[in-house]
């Protein structure tokens, strides 16, 4: 619901104020690309909505999240168009078989098109946009100040939505999570902070075009990781999927460490 998304965030800032107070509030906020910052975290929220829209009016989950995973050709493409990024044969390959490895995992049905797929697919754009967005930050502003923007105006905008009921309501109906469900979402925003932060780091050092071929292994992971805590079923098409996707990761890794030698 939109109340996790805020307290997800929201416990990510927490974690992370100790090192903004480390290195300075004001130096880590120092910025002069705070519209940029803006319009980043914006987009990254339409996303999120789009997303959300395509759940609840019960568009498929498993068609939803193949959708989703042209997210990394959607932000490949724009680097090369945009940020004048090198479109070399191994990235090319790389990001098409990540493809082809999340659709084998998610064999979605196309017997009949459902109009509401252009939920799942803005949603994919809007968030390669955001990456672009990262991208284009990353050799302006510190990583730490490109995730501080991140939370400071995350955290009220999901207030916002959350408060409101994605915009549907006046009500202000607060909800405070129990005990149990306050240590998960405690935990969660640690993993957040973590990540947010390691994607932040990656694009101050390697292209968009190099990284996002990287953003499949979600799929395998998080099915992986269902299977271990949820038991989850995990047929021959995902060990097939994941093969290929990790094989093509590692090739373009071998050949982007190799170059750089």
Same mark, same amino acid.
């Given at each position: @619901?939109?109340?996790?998304?805020?307290?997800?965030? $929201?416990? /990510?800032?927490?974690?992370?104020?100790?090192?903004?107070?480390? =290195?300075?509030?004001?130096?880590?906020?120092?910025?002069?690309h705070f519209m940029t910052h803006?319009?980043?975290?914006?987009?990254?929220?339409?996303?999120?909505?789009?997303?959300?829209?395509?759940?609840?009016?019960?568009?498929?989950?498993?068609?939803?999240?193949?959708?989703?995973?042209?997210?990394?050709? #959607?932000?490949? =493409?724009?680097?090369?168009? #945009? =940020?004048?990024?090198?479109?070399?044969?191994?990235?090319?390959?790389?990001?098409?078989?990540?493809?082809?490895? /999340?659709?084998?995992?998610?064999?979605?049905? @196309?017997?009949? #098109?459902?109009?509401?797929?252009?939920?799942?697919?803005?949603?994919?754009? #809007?968030?390669? !946009?955001?990456?672009?967005?990262?991208?284009?930050? @990353?050799?302006?502003?510190?990583?730490?100040?490109?995730?501080?923007? $991140?939370?400071?105006?995350?955290?009220?905008?999901?207030?916002?939505?959350? =408060?409101?009921?994605?915009?549907?309501?006046l009500a202000m109906n607060v909800?405070?999570?129990?005990?149990?469900?306050?240590?998960?979402?405690?935990?969660?925003?640690?993993?957040?902070?973590?990540?947010?932060?390691?994607?932040?780091?990656?694009?101050?050092?390697?292209?968009v075009i190099f990284i996002q071929?990287?953003?499949?292994?979600? !799929?395998?992971?998080?099915?992986?990781?269902?299977?271990?805590?949820?038991?989850?079923?995990?047929?021959?098409?995902?060990?097939?999927?994941?093969?290929?996707?990790?094989?093509?990761?590692? /090739?373009?890794?071998?050949?982007?460490?190799?170059?750089?030698?």
């Open positions: @619901s939109s109340w996790i998304a805020f307290y997800q965030y $929201l416990f /990510a800032l927490l974690f992370m104020a100790p090192f903004f107070m480390k =290195l300075g509030v004001k130096k880590i906020l120092y910025t002069h803006f319009w980043r975290i914006l987009v990254a929220v339409i996303g999120i909505q789009f997303w959300v829209h395509a759940l609840a009016i019960q568009f498929p989950i498993g068609e939803g999240v193949a959708l989703l995973m042209t997210s990394p050709l #959607f932000a490949s =493409l724009g680097a090369f168009l #945009f =940020l004048r990024e090198r479109f070399t044969a191994v990235r090319v390959i790389a990001t098409i078989l990540g493809f082809i490895g /999340a659709i084998i995992i998610l064999q979605p049905n @196309s017997n009949n #098109f459902n109009t509401a797929a252009i939920f799942p697919i803005l949603a994919a754009a #809007f968030w390669a !946009l955001h990456a672009l967005l990262m991208k284009h930050l @990353s050799d302006k502003d510190h990583p730490l100040t490109m995730v501080s923007y $991140l939370y400071i105006l995350m955290v009220p905008i999901n207030l916002s939505i959350a =408060l409101t009921d994605n915009f549907t309501t909800f405070v999570p129990d005990s149990e469900l306050l240590a998960t979402l405690l935990l969660l925003g640690f993993l957040t902070a973590i990540a947010q932060y390691a994607v932040a780091k990656a694009y101050s050092h390697a292209d071929p990287f953003d499949y292994l979600k !799929l395998p992971l998080n099915t992986f990781l269902g299977f271990i805590v949820f038991g989850w079923a995990v047929t021959s098409q995902f060990w097939i999927g994941a093969i290929i996707m990790v094989s093509s990761l590692l /090739a373009i890794s071998y050949v982007e460490i190799k170059k750089r030698k």
